[in-house]
């Protein structure tokens, strides 16, 4: 037996004694549902987990699932036959096994959201209901980042007695063999270097300080989960979208010679796919002063991701469950006009799935 399914059989039987036994699992079965003797277990995994390793360009605690929330619908959504609260799932690694959620013998429609807010299935009485639930940006932070299973539409009627999805050497569901994928509601954008190209033009020899950077039309809500896999989660009131603040995680000058090779911002965001509202970078700078020039400050902005697509990736805007990591470059054109008017900036986007796979270099 491997090492790999020694540790799901473990974790299988500890979350089924959880499910069993902890007072924080909160059941919600139907009027009806004590006469159905039929149980379901699902094995969920946070995306950016994999066989060979955990995702390299995860955070520690971007793959947390804190709590876990079943939600079982009738086979057209009309009604919620039933639900389980798992409050404690303390899963670092994001895998968890479900166990012990009450299901009716008939077909049905099942979404697992991770890290949700405890009353997230109060007024709950239809699938309608949950897609109308919001996710707040500012409930989003390293520990507890909220995620979703696609929507499960079942093919057959559930079985008395036990059930599975995604559990190794069972019969499965749908024949969903595999742990049921957890993506992310959220996107993070993060500043990785800063340079300069002066050398041979106009600001030869300048330095320059930048004093912020920060996103801007971000949008503070989305919607818990798609029906689809990495579908659409954006809620689309613009009333719903922030001014920009500045988070910098320090300031530094840059030079043609001293360019900065590090994270120096990093935030999540909410998915934007408005064309008129898209979520832009921002940088604020100084390009310093010497016996010849007096010095002056500019504001730079970018939309993020704005050629996607031309560069070969599936999408031109902010979408959840990515990682879009920018490298910033300034060239002596982008001092040729006043402060009040943008100049030239380059920004190099690398577009990255939030799971084990590797894509390209966009230029913007």
């Known amino acids: 037996m491997t090492t790999k399914l020694k540790n799901i059989i473990m974790a299988a039987a500890a979350l089924l004694l959880f499910a ?39 955070l520690e605690g971007e793959l947390n ?3 876990l929330t079943a ?4 086979e057209d959504g009309s ?30 429609q099942l979404v697992i959201i991770a890290n949700a807010p405890a009353d997230l299935l109060n007024q709950v009485t239809s699938l309608d209901d949950l897609q109308n639930k919001l996710a707040r940006l500012d409930t989003q932070n390293q520990q507890n980042l909220t995620m979703s299973t696609s929507l499960i539409r079942t093919t057959t009627d559930f079985t008395e007695g036990d059930n599975y999805i995604g559990v ?20 993070r954008i993060e500043v990785n ?12 020899g300048r330095v320059l300080r930048i004093n912020s950077i920060f996103v801007q039309q971000v949008r503070t809500a989305s919607y ?36 900065i090779n590090e994270t120096v911002y990093r935030r999540y965001v909410m998915e934007n796919f408005d064309p008129y509202l898209p979520t832009r970078i921002v940088v604020v700078c100084t390009l310093l002063g010497n016996e010849v020039y007096q010095a002056r400050s500019y504001n730079f902005m970018a939309t993020i991701n704005l050629n996607g697509i031309k560069n070969g990736y599936d999408h031109n805007y902010v979408k959840r469950n990515y990682i879009y990591r920018l490298g910033i470059t300034f060239n002596g054109n982008s001092f040729n006009s006043g402060p009040e008017i943008l100049g030239d900036l380059d920004v190099v986007v690398e577009v990255v799935s939030w799971s084990p796979v590797e894509q390209n270099i966009e230029l913007e």
């Not at 036959?81 to 077909?107: E, H, M, Q």
């Not at 969903?176 to 996107?187: G, K």
Request: with cysteine; charged share 15%; net charge negative.
């Open 20 to 58: 069993g036994c902890s007072k924080d699992s909160d059941f919600n079965p139907s009027p009806d549902q004590e006469l159905q003797q039929a149980r379901l277990s699902v094995a969920v995994k946070a995306s950016g987990f994999s066989a060979s390793g955990l995702d390299p360009n995860a």
């Open 65 to 67: 699932l804190n709590n």
């Open 71 to 74: 939600a079982i619908f009738s």
């Open 79 to 108: 009604e919620l036959l039933s639900s389980l609260v798992s409050g404690a799932v303390n899963s670092t690694d994001g895998t968890a096994l479900l166990s012990g959620i009450p299901v009716k013998t008939a077909r049905g």
């Open 168 to 187: 190794a050497g069972q019969t499965n569901v749908n024949g969903i063999n595999a742990p049921v994928e957890l993506t992310r509601i959220a996107a």
């Open 193 to 204: 270097s800063l340079a300069t190209v002066f050398d041979g033009t106009g600001v030869s």
């Open 224 to 259: 818990f989960f798609s029906p689809d896999y990495w579908g659409q989660v954006m809620y689309a009131d613009n009333s719903c979208v922030a001014p920009g603040t500045s988070n910098i995680l320090h300031q530094d000058i840059i030079s043609d010679s001293a360019p």
